[in-house]
Nanobody, 120 residues
């Protein structure tokens, strides 16, 4: 059974940094697109950052220049480096993994989430 596990959340002051990690126990990690989503209280879940199987990345506008997503296929992990954190970054952050190739489509795999709280 596939597991997606996030770690690295916590409490940090405004302007500080955190590094989130996502580990996915899929068979061929390199074919998966990995996303980081977040959901703040009373708000919809939103896509924060994405890294595709070929290493292409994209970011939600409010985090561009502050967040960096990267992957290590050998370790089957994706990291989200978050710098210059703001109180509005406070949310539960979720990792999502999915594979879509010409030969295979995976289910959507979600982690349980990790809380990030940024104090002002």
């Amino acid at each position: 059974q596939v597991q997606v596990v996030e770690s690295g959340g916590g409490l940090v002051q405004s302007g500080g940094s955190l590094r989130l990690s996502c580990a996915a126990s899929v068979l061929i990690f390199s074919i998966y697109t990995i996303d980081w989503y977040r959901q703040a209280p009373g708000k919809q879940r939103e896509l924060v950052a994405r890294i595709t199987s070929d290493g292409s990345t994209n970011y939600e506008d409010s985090v561009k220049g502050r967040f960096t997503i990267s992957r290590d296929n050998a370790k089957k992990t994706v990291s989200l480096q978050m710098n210059s954190l703001k109180p509005e970054d406070t949310a539960v952050y979720y990792c999502h993994a999915v594979a879509r190739t010409s030969l295979y489509s995976s289910p959507d795999y979600w982690g349980q989430g990790t809380q990030v709280t940024v104090s002002s």
